[in-house]
């Protein structure tokens, strides 16, 4: 008995992988949950910049931790349980509650300075007016997964235009936190070129037809992406280490945000899940006729 047990579970393990590997449902699912959970963190460390000031600020916090708690048991009901109701109804109400604390964050930041002046000035040195589209994002991922079926090539498009906008707030957020210091050193210029040059690949599938050679192009560009964020990431990290303050937790408040640039392979890996289920979609060579109608 105890042997048939063992060679059961053996079997079970075994196919546990190939059904997961391709499931892009889960893959998205797990994508938000795990951004969902790490933004508790950076939203600790943003608002306690003043405290916590306003009770409001503590809103996204419960938020973000409150939703794994509830994203977890319903992929446990759709993986174990076969309950998909329970998981879809799950992620409609996190997504939608994401989306609206995404938008209302958006306008609480601007409102912080830039409804009074209204100057580049003080959209600059507001609050991080995009950032809080990170909650809209998110919570759009996890409707569409719910919407949209997974092995359609609608799905692998609002895959990619939702990274598309992540990298274009990206591409906002590094340019307006990095001329809070007039760009002091050159190396703050390589966030803000490498976003444009991942929203300038990413536009084109929505622009004409492509094949899987240029998502090859497209999956080097998102490579690329990566390292910048590591690099970022390490580059913020010395900054806060060598602060002025002697308390690191003061420096990494007040300083150079450590997890910032983690955006950039976030998002990355999320354009490579859309390029992966785009490349069923599309033709292995150029399409000639495509190219025709350009000219």
């Known amino acids: 008995m105890p042997g048939r047990s063992s060679a059961f579970l053996a079997r079970t393990v075994e196919r546990i992988p190939s059904r997961w590997r391709t499931d892009l449902n889960l893959w998205i699912d797990f994508f938000a949950l795990i951004n969902l959970t790490f933004l508790s963190l950076d939203i ?18 419960i938020f973000s931790l409150a939703a794994p ?21 799950i992620g409609y109400i996190v997504g939608g509650l994401s989306i609206v604390i995404g938008l ?13 002046e209204r ?12 950032a809080p589209l990170a909650y809209t994002g998110i919570g759009m991922l ?18 990619l235009l939702l990274t ?10 590094s340019l307006t936190d990095h001329a809070t210091n007039g760009f002091f050193s050159s ?51 010395l900054a806060d280490v060598h602060g002025p303050s002697r308390n690191l937790m003061d420096n990494v408040i007040y300083g150079a945000p450590p997890f910032a640039p983690l955006l950039f392979p976030n998002l990355a890996l999320l354009g490579c899940i859309g390029l992966w289920a785009l490349r069923l979609h599309v033709s292995p060579g150029p399409d000639k006729q495509a190219i025709a109608t350009d000219y």
């Open 69 to 89: 708690l509830l994203l977890i048991p319903a992929l446990i009901a759709r993986e174990l349980l076969r309950r998909t109701g329970i998981w879809s109804v």
């Open 164 to 173: 598309l906008g992540g990298f274009f707030g990206n591409f906002v957020l």
């Open 104 to 116: 209302a964050g958006v306008v609480y930041h601007l409102d912080s300075q830039f409804f009074y």
């Open 44 to 61: 600790y460390i943003a608002h306690s910049t003043n405290n916590f000031g306003n009770r409001a600020e503590f809103i996204p916090l």
């Open 187 to 237: 190396a703050e210029w390589i966030p803000v070129v490498s976003a444009a040059f991942g929203v300038a690949f990413l536009a084109m599938p929505f622009m004409r037809r492509v094949d899987t050679r240029y998502l090859g192009v497209c999956g080097v560009v998102l490579v690329a992406q990566i390292v910048v964020g590591v690099l970022g990431f390490v580059l913020h990290g």
């Open 142 to 159: 996890l409707v569409m997964n719910r919407m949209v079926p997974q092995d359609s090539e609608e799905w692998a498009q609002w895959v």
């Open 119 to 130: 100057t580049l000035r003080s959209l600059t040195y507001a609050a991080p007016f995009a």
